[in-house]
């Protein structure tokens, strides 16, 4: 409703001429009349309509003023519905009072003066316009404060989202972010950062000092260029630096950091994100580490290939390329069964069997023996003595006929590895004149190499060879460091070569 709108006024009185009366005095207002001439009627339009004023005569037969008022009342649509009474008798103070506990607002005697009588409908017509743009207004404010409760609600869960996400990013990324007051020196870390370094927020207290005792000795230093950085006007930092943390584990780290200045262009806060790149440090150290293993590696194989090729013998052309092919697919199997274990090393039963597989002689072989884990260079080695054993064997021995057995065993003594190669069923043996460049490969190899032995016994039922090599304790880097093998003790040797 606008100060333009018009409002109802009920005129309520069993006399059609007073009622035509109060039409004419109040005509002039402008506002809607509505007229009643009893009080049951007067209800019925107080249902219908919305009412500003009730003008009502107190005298009225079936329901007078007073019995009207108090119904009006008792309905809470009309508790503040002005009402005024008109009365053509002289009522007592007595009167006037019950009238006023019924709600009305005032009292018209009779004869009505048309002035008054305009002047107080006026008031009160103007004070229910009042009181309706006064709700109207209220109403829309309460609206929008409900809209920007709302969208401030709203806000406030998208920035609690958004500090959740950033928050499990940092986690995941293994970040932790801080400010620094430049002006006062204070430090704000929050969750992430304690876990980097390790500390119990509860117990540790964030100032310069003590985040520079954490420090590495050598990157110490970074801390005060990264103070000294911001004095000189820069607006951006970035430093590794290695923490060492109240467990004694070390981790590497990376800081990044902006500054915020005011309004005179100087430092006053600088914001900043710490990463742990310890795994990332670590994954390039094993990176480097593998590239000089793969190059070590590879002159190995290469050295081994080199010298198979340039130390074998044989009568014929034909027989020289068997030899040598045989020799290096011997080498190429143990390369395989290290490369699955990343070089760490190779278990006997899995060389020993990859090394005859070729010989498909399934029915005439027997293994025994625990498991054991060899060193790369151990397993090298044994693979081509196998391979020499298992190649004469083949020709000359057991395995060159159906009814031949081989029968191979090992374990371990004293950190040495004994080997036992037993063949029966095959031709009859005699010990050779000359030893072969196999033999001799053989013996120089296991011997020279790992400074093991290599004991042969000729039986006529069979050749029985025993190999004895150390198994010296599993290292990071065992053939890289440029250290020898310890040799085990000549007694050691005899006690496990039997």
Sequence with gaps: MNDQQTVNILLVDDQPAKLLAYEVILKELGENLMVATSGREALE?????EIAIILVDVCMPELDGFELAAMIREH???????????SAIQVSDIDRLRGYEMGAVDYVPVPVVPEVLRAKIKVFAELYRKTRQLERLNAELEDRVRARTAELERSTAQL????????????????????????????????????????DPA???????????????????ALRAFTGHFNNGARSYEAEFRINRPDGEQRWCIATAVATTDNDDRVVRVSGVTVDI??????????SLLTREVDHRAKNA????????????ADSVKTYVSAVEGRISALARVHTILSLSSWQGAEIGKLVQEELAPYAIGRQLQLTGPEVQLQPATAQTLALALHELVT???????????????????????ELLALTWEETGGPAVREPTTRGFGTRSLIASIESQLGGQALFNWRAEGLVCRLVV????????????????ALPSETSLQRACG
């Design 392 to 414: 004469n064997s083949a020709k000359y021995g057991a395995l060159s006929v159906l009814s031949g057995q081989l029968s191979i065993g090992w374990t371990t003594v004293d």
């Design 76 to 86: 809470p649509r009309f508790q503040k519905t002005a009402m005024i009474f008109i």
């Design 160 to 199: 609690v989202a958004s500090e959740q996400r950033r928050s499990m990013a940092i986690a995941a990324g293994k970040m932790g972010s801080w400010d620094w007051d430049r002006v006062n020196g204070d430090w704000m870390w929050d969750e992430g950062q304690y876990r980097i370094f390790g500390v």
């Design 302 to 313: 290469l050295a081994l290939a080199q010298s198979i090729v340039r130390l074998t013998r």
């Design 470 to 485: 150390p198994m010296p304790r599993k290292s990071s880097l065992p053939d890289l460091n440029g250290k020898p093998v």
């Design 203 to 221: 117990s540790f207290a964030v100032t310069s000092a003590n985040i520079e005792a954490m420090l590495y000795p050598e990157d110490r230093d």
């Design 45 to 49: 339009i107080l249902l219908k309509n």
């Design 278 to 287: 310890t795994e990332r440090k670590q994954a390039e150290e094993r990176q």
